[in-house]
């Protein structure tokens, strides 16, 4: 699998496991809510600084962004 789907499948399960909006997180990682929506989309390829943000408004590690699912 594309590694920018598999970081935005794990994006949008822990948001929404987070019950979090796009905007919501996009506010806590301060980012726009239109990157957001395209990293879940995988159509965004996030630098390592942007999954970073991503990860510590979610509260994981960055890793966890990185993972496939088994």
């Known amino acids: 699998m594309d590694i920018r789907k598999q970081v935005g499948i ?3 399960r822990l948001r929404e496991a987070r019950h979090l909006s796009q905007e919501q997180l996009a506010f806590e990682a301060e980012l726009h809510r239109t990157y957001i929506s395209g990293a879940e989309r995988g159509i965004r390829n996030p630098t390592v600084a942007i999954v970073a943000k991503i ?3 979610l509260s994981v590690t960055p890793d966890q962004l990185l ?4």
Do not use: D, G, P, Q
């Open 10 to 12: 794990n994006v949008k």
């Open 55 to 57: 990860a510590r408004a």
């Open 67 to 70: 993972r496939t699912s088994r």
